[in-house]
């Protein structure tokens, strides 16, 4: 299993790597401008497709990659898992979240890509396109906290369930930045890639300190990944 970890890791790594070089060159261009083009209506590029209760739901959607609920949900669980005696566990979800926004502005300082121009924003922007933050720090928070509830989880259905919810979070955030306009495809898939690496870059460490127990376990075993991990 640790194996299949580090080949996605390389995978989501990769893909990061391609998609900002596909992104420089250009190439991604006309497919990103027809992408969110296609997202609204033909003779007014100013209304998005669909009934007039799914933009107000894009906005639902896309405020839970906001900075606003992900601070909401990592205090959240922080001070469930102070309340319940694991701060080592704490300070590592604060970390993680606290290196994911600095990983997601520095992405964005790096590649300085602008903001689609094509169709008018549906949500107030302030920072370049490139990956979106909104995307990647959903991947972060969700897929970590979904690492750490499956962790602590007994039955595999309930484990699939809770790793389930937190994909699905993180799908909706990232195609409501397209939806809304202030968002590239290419931004979003690379958002995506760059929260799965850093997700899973912070559970490896997270296995690695707790088979060194230097942290709480969720479920007060040794590590927080499966029992086939162990013995790896």
Known sequence: MLLVILLILVSATWAFIKIADEVI???T?????WAVRS??????PSIPIGPSW?????????AFGGIGALVLFTLAISGYLWIDGKTQMMWLLMTSAAGGTLVSSSLKYLFSRPRPDIVPHLSIVSTSSFPSGHSMLAAVIYLTLGALLAASATRTAVKVYVLGVAVLLTVIVGVSRVYLGVHYPTDVLAGWMAGLTWSLLCWLVARWLQRHRRIESPNGEATLVPASFRDV
């Open 25 to 27: 060159e250009g190439d």
């Open 29 to 33: 261009q006309a497919f990103d401008r």
């Open 39 to 44: 997202m609204r209506q033909v003779d007014d």
């Open 54 to 62: 799914m933009q107000e739901m894009g906005r639902d959607a896309t």
